[in-house]
């Protein structure tokens, strides 16, 4: 039996999970990171990607994550997520209409921090995209 | 003296507004337990927030973010968080209570952001500068309408046209108990997040690299203390206008006794009298 940790993920609107799990393998601002149990403490931001975890009965779940952190520390990790959805209940149709208004905005050039937020806003809805089709896997 | 029928009309009102706070005071019971919810949901995330940020706050990299600046203060901006709908009580005024004893305690000149319609008719009419307007949120605000106020006041933050931010809203503790809480928004105070915040006092690795941390969590963390004042607020909200809502119910109930108890007083009165009349006619006529 591998040895578990505890995992629980926040975001502003509800906590999505909070069990003890095998991994987690999270999406970094230096790339893709695994965490297992008892790693040295940790705090991260994360990039829109893939949140994979193996859950204790060895099951592999797999979430979208638009940004956010991690930090690890006393054998917990704790994801703070700006969102954070099941790849089963991403909703397709939803993101590609997003990418599309981001897309949008980034033609329409406006100031200059406008352009990083559509550039983020395109990343999270190209991420849920290639997450929710499956093709991610 | 009011007449039977004055009397019976005005039952028949106090009973339609009855059954109006009645109705409200349901629908606002079946809203409030959606608040709670979303309020009591938020908070775990915003304490996370606040351990990551206190783990963080004491390194070299925190205490040269612009966010934590603090400038003297030639001007200052107040985010005020009120509903958009009266009829619940004494929320609204508590808060424009708040908000004028903050008004008045301050020497530099103060520029509003109003969230609410109440707030925002309040402060109009009475010819203040407000910068921002944020009415009608809708019922399920969520994180991208906190994202737009918190957003330009930290914009105006860091353009230097306000040397500081602070925020009054109504903190929710049960249904039955609200407070009026009045804070620092900007800059962040690092010895707030480090009060609230257990210390771990260990040495975490960081990845990027603390600037970076900082630079994406420092306006996430604005974000979500506006989200959670949002939040807050909507349940206090709510709740307040639940009770409201019952007591007047209540009274109304205790009207429609009183006048109930006149009108067949009165109906008796008249009877009697008739009655009078008639036993008075036929003595006349034997």
Do not use: W
């Not at chain 2, 005005?10 to 109006?20: E, G, L, M």
């Not at chain 2, 629908?27 to 709670?36: C, E, F, G, S």
């Not at chain 2, 908070?43 to 070299?60: F, K, Q």
């Not at chain 2, 809203?169 to 009026?180: D, E, G, Q």
């Amino acid at each position: 039996m591998a040895s578990l940790f505890k995992l629980t993920i926040h975001t502003p609107e509800s906590t999505v999970l909070s069990e003890d799990v095998i991994s987690v393998t999270a999406p970094g601002a230096e790339g893709y990171l695994g965490v297992l149990a008892h790693h040295a403490p940790l705090i991260t931001s994360l990039t829109p990607g893939k949140l994979s975890i193996r859950k204790a009965d060895g099951q592999m779940d797999e979430y979208a994550v638009s940004g956010g952190f991690l930090e690890v520390a006393d054998n917990h990790a704790t994801l703070l997520a700006d969102s954070c959805e099941h790849t089963a209940s991403i909703d397709v149709a939803r993101a590609h209409e997003a990418e599309r208004r981001a897309r949008q905005r980034l033609h329409s050039r406006e100031s200059a921090v406008n352009v990083a937020r559509a550039e983020a806003a395109l990343k999270r809805a190209v991420n849920r995209q290639r997450l929710g089709d499956g093709k991610g896997k | 003296m009011a007449t039977l029928r004055d009397i019976k009309r005005r039952i028949k009102s106090v009973q339609s507004t009855k059954q109006i706070t009645k109705a409200m005071e349901m629908v606002a019971a079946a809203k409030l337990r959606k608040a709670t919810q979303r309020a009591l949901e938020a908070r775990p995330y915003a304490n996370g927030m606040i351990e990551v940020l206190g783990a963080l706050s004491s390194s070299a990299a925190a205490q040269a973010h612009p966010l934590f600046q603090r400038r003297e203060v030639k001007k200052k901006a107040l985010i005020v968080v009120s509903s958009d709908r009266g009829l619940c009580g004494a929320y609204n005024s508590n808060l424009m209570r708040a908000t004028e004893m903050y008004l008045k305690a301050q020497t530099v000149p103060v520029t509003l952001y109003v969230v609410g319609r109440k707030s925002a008719e309040y402060n109009t009419r009475r010819k203040r500068e407000i910068a921002g307007r944020f009415t009608e949120l809708p019922a399920n605000a969520d994180f991208g309408t906190a994202q737009g106020i918190a957003r330009q006041a930290m914009d105006d933050f860091l353009e230097g046209r306000v040397d500081e931010v602070d925020l009054i809203y109504t903190h929710f503790i049960s249904t039955a108990n609200r407070k009026v809480l009045t804070e620092t928004f900007l800059p962040i105070s690092g010895e707030a997040v480090k009060g609230a915040a257990p210390q771990k006092s260990r040495d975490f690795i960081l990845e990027p690299s603390p600037e970076q941390i900082f630079e994406a969590l420092l306006p996430r963390y604005a974000n979500t203390r506006i989200y959670v004042a949002i939040a807050e607020a909507y349940a206090s909200e709510h709740s307040a206008r639940m009770i409201a809502m019952g007591s007047a119910t209540k009274n109304a109930g205790e009207m429609i006794n009183t006048l109930t108890l006149t009108r067949n007083r009165l109906r008796q009165a008249a009877i009697t009298k008739e009655l009078a009349e008639i036993v008075g006619g036929a003595d006349a006529l034997a």
